[in-house]
């Protein structure tokens, strides 16, 4: 089983809370977590791209870091971790992405790659007049369908005259490729998001709830099976996740009862009132989860316990069929990550293995 790190790049990481650990982003924090992951032998890691946050009494996610800049400077100062930016395809042309990732892939050969972001936030472009309007909400998968065309016209030939509805290139070029493969991720969760990640991406993040509940996963590896089968090929599944530990599960659970209480419910009503305006959402997308979720920080799901529950359960996601891997977030970064790497791995059965067969 593949781990990744989701990478702090917003304020207060991914709990909307007051009374979670509040930081803001800087790239001391993305390098000292990125080199803690390399060290403990991580397959990867991804940040985001979030343009507008959500505001409330924590400001979540008002403070933000640019992701392709922020993985060009972790290349330079790791020598084996996978990197994955994300682009907000409405807000860079493919042809400007293509020439980017072939500038960081010098950087860091055959160790990049891209996370194709279609957009659900109409406020993130509204605010600087990129939003095209209710339609992208219908069509955004068609608009990403032709923009990871243009990227992968651009990194395998190095020219592209895709000729479609949203793009039109003429004999555009990008050179020097890359040096071997750049892979696409993806996070659809929607049956038509599932559909263009199975056609196009070679990762897909998927969601799950609820604390401790890893029976919520193989649903949604089995609905990406589904799609891969359609679309004859092979989009791995990626889970993404938090991990909150301590010394006991007693001691973890009160960690997450104190960021409940602090729960910033005007940020939550914000992000619910953007994702609301999608209003054909299917109730499993990533917009639909969010308007049916329960008032607490986080809807991801939760491993919470002592060091060795949460060992465990990642045990046990080593064995959901169709689950290639997960990508952590934590509490607290810092302290998360040296938790799991010295305190949980060693107890992990599904990790001891893999580092055998290495």
Request: aromatic share 10%; net charge neutral.
């Amino acid at each position: 089983m593949k781990l990744g790190v989701f990478l702090p790049i917003g304020n207060n990481g991914w709990l909307i809370s007051s009374t979670s650990p509040q930081y803001k982003p800087s790239f001391a924090l993305s390098r000292d977590v990125t080199l803690k992951a390399e060290r403990f032998g991580f397959d990867f890691a991804l940040s985001m791209i979030k343009l507008r946050g959500f505001g409330g009494p924590s400001r979540y996610w008002d403070f933000n870091h640019e992701s392709f800049t922020l993985m060009a400077g972790l290349a330079a100062v790791t020598t084996r971790i996978r990197l994955f930016a994300s682009v907000a395809v409405l807000s860079i042309p493919p042809a400007i992405v293509a020439r980017m990732a072939s500038t960081i892939d010098s950087i860091a050969p055959g160790r990049f790659g891209v996370n194709i972001v279609t957009g659900w936030q109409k406020a993130e472009y509204e605010q600087m007049d990129m939003w095209p309007g209710e339609e992208h909400f219908s069509r955004r998968y068609e608009y990403g369908e032709e923009y990871a065309t243009v990227l992968k016209d651009l990194w395998g030939t190095g020219v592209s005259n895709h000729k479609g509805r949203f793009f039109r290139m003429t004999d555009c070029r990008v050179e020097p490729t890359p040096s071997g493969r750049i892979d696409l991720i993806a996070a659809g969760q929607s049956s038509r998001g599932m559909r263009f990640a199975a056609e196009h991406a070679d990762y897909n993040f998927i969601s799950a709830g609820g604390i401790n509940d890893v029976s919520q996963v193989a649903p949604h590896t089995a609905r990406l099976a589904e799609a891969n089968a359609a679309a004859g090929r092979s989009c791995e599944a990626m889970l993404l996740m938090m991990v909150i530990a301590d010394e006991t599960d007693e001691a973890a659970h009160a960690k997450w009862r104190h960021y409940v209480e602090g729960t910033d419910l005007e940020a939550l009503a914000w992000r619910d009132a953007q994702a609301g305006a999608d209003t054909r959402a299917e109730a499993h997308s990533t917009v639909g989860r969010m308007v049916r979720s329960e008032r607490e920080p986080t809807t991801m799901l939760r491993l919470i316990g002592s060091y060795e529950t949460v060992a465990r359960h990642m045990d046990e996601l080593a064995l959901v069929p169709g689950l290639s891997g997960v990508m952590l977030t934590f509490d607290d970064f810092q302290i998360g990550m040296e938790q799991f790497g010295t305190r949980i791995m060693p107890l992990m059965r599904s990790r001891g293995a893999l580092r055998q067969a290495a």
